[in-house]
């Protein structure tokens, strides 16, 4: 019997890398891309099919999808869009091309796969597409608003296209994560290194507890789960035979998508904005 196959993005580590071991564990055959060579050389060490598929560039997508079609003759019966990096700063802060680059990985790239991904799965009479969000594509934080940006888009996008596969036999489901303990934050520190100057901001003052959050060690958050409790509601989106459209994971989605739908804007905000 053929295995069923899945190609998976952004496992480096945490999230995708997650996903891409315990589904071969399970007998998914696993395409587990990652941006650089460097990481797909480490996937490939133990064991899991890899090569580079990197969002922000069109033929890396294209020719990452026709190396997956090529292995599998043709199929694909799953597709998790995982990968995703935050731009911390203050809105005002963003330049133009730091939220062009974002919405490239972040939405675009996505958008770029999943419409590549469904002719062949309309072909094949099957299939799942499983885009990965966060609890911030339901409720924007501060400091994060270029990739709040993002995971709203994507939630809205990823609606419609779930909307508009009814009645076809591919299903399309979103998983929002709260905290989940991966390299998250050590690739934002970068993203805020190169796209924002701090010295000409009338942020500054404010941005000295940010930077402090960012490289003081701390604990894990309150509300943190591994990143298993993310491939727990995958197993399900792909495997069930009834898909769910969402999948909140960890009390802090479950809270503060609660919240949104009960508190006024004004009381959301003010929330929000004590941390």
């Known amino acids: 019997m053929t295995k069923k196959s899945i190609l998976i993005t952004g496992c480096s ?8 071991r315990t589904l071969k564990s399970r007998g998914w055959r696993v395409f587990a891309t990652c941006r650089t060579e460097s990481d ?7 064991g899991l099919e890899s090569f580079v598929l990197d969002y922000a560039d069109e033929a890396s997508i294209a020719a990452a999808l026709a190396e997956t079609l090529n292995r599998t ?3 694909l019966d799953a597709l998790f869009n995982n990968g995703a990096y935050a731009i ?4 005002e802060d963003l330049p133009r091309a730091a939220l062009r680059a974002n919405f490239e990985t972040n939405l675009f790239g996505y958008h770029d796969l999943t419409r590549r991904v469904i002719p062949v799965m309309r072909a094949q009479g099957h299939g799942r597409i ?15 608003g270029s990739y709040v940006a993002t995971k709203f888009a994507l939630e809205g996008l990823t609606d419609v296209l779930r909307i508009e596969m009814r009645g076809t036999p591919i299903h399309v489901s979103l998983i929002e994560p709260g905290p989940i303990p991966t390299k998250f934050r050590e690739n934002a520190i970068k993203q805020f290194e190169r796209w924002i100057d701090v ?3 009338a942020r500054r003052p404010q941005y000295q507890e940010l930077l402090d959050r960012f490289y003081k060690v701390s604990g894990p958050d309150r509300f943190e789960l ?13 495997e069930a035979a ?15 998508a609660g919240l949104r739908r009960v508190l006024p804007t004004g009381a959301l905000d003010w929330l929000v904005a004590k941390g």
């Open 40 to 46: 797909c050389d480490n996937r490939r060490g133990e």
């Open 242 to 256: 009834r898909p769910k459209p969402r999948y909140y994971v960890t009390k802090a989605t479950w809270l503060m």
């Open 199 to 201: 010295e000409n901001s």
């Open 130 to 144: 499983v885009n990965c969000s966060s609890v911030l594509g339901l409720v924007g934080m501060r400091w994060r």
């Open 88 to 91: 911390p700063g203050a809105v």
């Open 226 to 238: 591994p990143a298993s409790a993310v491939t727990e509601k995958l197993i399900h989106a792909i």
């Open 13 to 20: 580590s945490g999230i995708g890398l997650d996903a891409a």
């Open 73 to 75: 003759r043709g199929t």
